[in-house]
């Protein structure tokens, strides 16, 4: 048994976390605050990143990655995440719609959108929940009507609402689930690549306690998109969806930030720390085990992809660990903090990185899916007679 | 990164688990408790059959590693026999057992005629705590939740084992416990998918399956823990005290979990001896309440990360963004 990641995966860490401390301004909290200047510094960080091969670190080298391994990627992940995802927005298209587009694009459609994602030059979002279709996913309404005769050889008219979708009001690129003929349920369903800027798209911003620019409703009212922007088979959507969120599951390292804050929050309290109650050194470890356990179910995740399959239900039982961790995490650091925990801004402790947190955390066993969703998905593999 | 068992340690398990079952499975645990001399005369020459008495899991990590799984093995039919203590030899045909603060109980005390026992140390001590020779009082509780549990008197002269003999059975218990709660799950599994009520299997009630979920996911966790805590425990550092506290301070609330929800997916069926179920959360208390429960097992952890950190594997704080050593403690 071996659980060291290894010494290329050390020296990664290393190098990104001195890019990280050069290029980053003292108490970065992210790209979704008030202040605008926080997402130039995620675009610019992002350039940075991909000059120095780290952006794409795991993708192949025909596609502009590094050709590095799973676990060069997930250490990517984790010191991103842990210090409050500087690649901002574009974590999106590096996680999932850059590898959707490898597994399931046209040569054109690759040639076309991954080297920009490589470059650090493009924000995607994703068109897939709607009003009526939250954890259904499957019950989605959006319409693609063939231009033309029925093939689609002329295009596609985009026709529906999208609601939660992340970064819309900053996106170049959306990645539409559409239903296309007369299939139900994931009969039907289509993947579409379309411009953000396209005429028919309207952008309303959602207010919400994650922040400003992240939650949006997306319109599209008659969205033109050529015979190009397919991605995969028509009515073979639902298997790149499924691809997607097992990459989008595993793809956000919420146990790394946990355990920086809990690391971070301990230093700050350590002149203080034997008066604190005995209660709360309890929560504490207990925190941190759970997170080293969250950690744990995580690499279980890359280990299966690693051996190449799409390890939906491992991630899914990753996800419910990770999630739970995040929130109760989140309690510990502000019941620690005490009244201070209200506190929000540079003069907060943690220069505001625990209320940035806690908030952060309420939506985290919701968004990428319900953890009643995750629950489902383990049950009922559980219940097929699948061992986790 | 290969955190999955050696396949010699898989293939160990699966030979003990086919002579645990040809013993009888879970039935030897009932038949145990009428019958506290069949540990002896059926199940130790089991365990010689299987090598038991060459495997010492601190001479290697392969050792290490298939004392594990043999322990999972054993757990999965809530065995009758000290296996972790037995597998931790002092050396002169003694198991060796972590103890209470404030006693000397071990489970099955009685099935050998001397224990090296010790307490594991608290605060930022780094040495063993007290300990020495333990002989065993005449009989055991006999108790519904301890049938097997009884005290030892120690002779503190004979000398405390060292503290990495404790650690390296503190997590063979964990594996054992492990096997018993991933047979619970499965054993709830097979319930919910029989059982029909209101017309239908209960697997079919969303409130059954999302228990079923929470409690598999739970194992699947405490599973890559112990695995990594054996990982740690190989490496050899002072600091493995604070992984095998962590990893039994976490067995402890998975085994609640997971347990009351297993025993009550099974309804009132979870309560009745001729389920497998309810011998197994009945015969894994003693492994759940010595040394020490879950608050007591958490203050101790709670003292070996003050002196210790819990860095682990995982590099983390300030002190690596300089690319200098990972000297960073938790705090």
Request: charged residues 20%; contains cysteine.
């Amino acid at each position: 048994m071996d659980f060291d990641l290894g010494q290329d995966a050390a020296a990664l860490r290393v190098r990104l976390r001195r890019l990280i401390d050069q290029e980053l301004p003292d108490g970065f909290l992210g790209a979704f605050t008030d202040d605008p200047a926080d997402l130039a510094v995620t675009q610019a960080f992002c350039r940075l990143l991909a000059e120095q091969g780290l952006l794409t670190v795991a993708w192949p080298s025909e596609f502009g990655g590094g050709g590095g391994s799973l676990w060069d990627q997930t250490v990517v992940r984790e010191e991103m995440w842990a210090h409050h995802e500087p690649r901002g927005a574009q974590y999106m298209g590096l996680n999932w719609v850059g590898p959707a587009i490898m597994a399931h694009g046209t040569p054109e459609q690759q040639a076309r959108h991954l080297p920009p994602i490589a470059a650090g030059e493009v924000i995607w979002c994703q068109g897939f929940s709607e009003p009526e279709a939250g954890s259904d996913l499957a019950s989605l309404r959006t319409r693609a009507v063939p231009v033309g005769d029925t093939s689609g050889a002329d295009g596609w008219r985009i026709t529906g609402q999208k609601i939660w979708t992340s970064y819309a009001g900053m996106a170049q690129w959306c990645i539409i689930a559409a239903r296309v003929g007369p299939g139900e349920r994931h009969e039907g369903i289509t993947m579409f690549l379309v411009p953000a800027d396209a005429p028919g798209i309207e952008v309303r911003p959602i207010r919400s306690m994650l922040g400003p620019h992240h939650l949006n409703e997306v319109f599209l009212d008659d969205v033109f998109a050529g015979p190009e922007a397919v991605l995969g088979e028509l009515g073979g959507g639902w298997a790149v969806i499924r691809t997607a969120l097992a990459h989008e599951r595993v793809g956000i390292a919420r146990y790394a930030r946990c355990e920086r804050l809990l690391s971070e929050l301990g230093r700050e309290l350590e002149p203080h720390w034997g008066d604190l109650p005995a209660s709360l050194h309890a929560a504490w470890v207990r925190a941190l085990v759970q997170v080293r356990v969250a950690r744990l179910l995580a690499y279980r995740t890359v280990r299966a992809q690693e051996s190449g399959g799409v390890p939906d239900v491992a991630a899914s039982a990753a996800r419910i660990a990770v999630t739970q961790c995040d929130q109760s995490v989140a309690e510990v650091l502000c019941s620690a903090l005490e009244e201070r925990c209200l506190d929000a801004g540079s003069t907060a402790p943690v220069h505001g990185a625990v209320e940035d947190h806690w908030r952060y955390a309420q939506a985290s066993t919701v968004s990428s899916g319900t953890i009643e969703i995750q629950r489902s998905i383990v049950a009922k593999a559980l219940l097929r007679g699948e061992r986790l | 990164m290969t955190p999955e068992l050696p396949e010699e340690a898989i293939e160990l398990a699966e030979a003990a688990g086919r002579a645990f079952d040809a013993l009888g499975g879970v039935e030897v645990a009932r038949r145990a408790e009428a019958d506290p001399d069949l540990r002896a005369r059926e199940v130790l020459p089991v365990l010689e059959q299987l090598g038991v008495g060459d495997l010492d899991p601190r001479g290697s990590g392969l050792a290490l590693a298939a004392a594990a799984a043999l322990c999972e093995a054993a757990g999965r039919v809530v065995l009758p026999y000290p296996l972790a203590a037995v597998l931790v030899d002092d050396g002169e045909g003694r198991p060796t057992a972590a103890i209470p603060a404030r006693s000397a109980r071990v489970d099955h005390a009685t099935v050998v005629p001397s224990w090296r026992v010790g307490r594991l140390p608290t605060g930022t001590g780094t040495g063993t705590g007290t300990g020495g020779v333990g002989t065993p009082d005449a009989g055991a509780l006999g108790s519904r939740l301890g049938p097997f549990v009884g005290d030892l008197t120690l002779d503190v002269g004979g000398g405390a084992p060292p503290l990495r003999d404790l650690l390296v059975q503190q997590a063979l218990v964990a594996w054992t416990v492990l096997g018993s709660l991933g047979r619970a799950v499965e054993l709830a599994t097979e319930h919910v998918l029989g059982r029909i009520q209101f017309g239908r299997p209960l697997a079919e009630f969303q409130a059954v399956q999302f228990h079923l979920a929470d409690a598999a996911v739970a194992v699947a966790g405490l599973r890559e823990l112990a695995g990594f805590t054996l990982w740690r425990l190989e490496r050899g550092g002072d600091d493995a005290i604070v992984d095998v506290l962590a990893l039994r301070s976490h067995l402890l609330e998975v085994a609640r979990s997971v347990l009351r929800s297993t025993q009550q997916l099974h309804g009132a069926a979870g309560v009745c001896d001729e389920y497998d179920v309810s011998v197994i959360v009945r015969s894994v208390q003693p492994a759940l309440r010595l040394p020490a429960g879950v608050d007591a097992t958490v203050d101790l952890l709670v003292g070996s990360v003050e002196a210790f950190g819990f860095v682990g594997l995982f590099p983390h704080g300030a002190d690596l963004r300089d690319g200098g050593p990972d000297r960073s403690a938790t705090w």
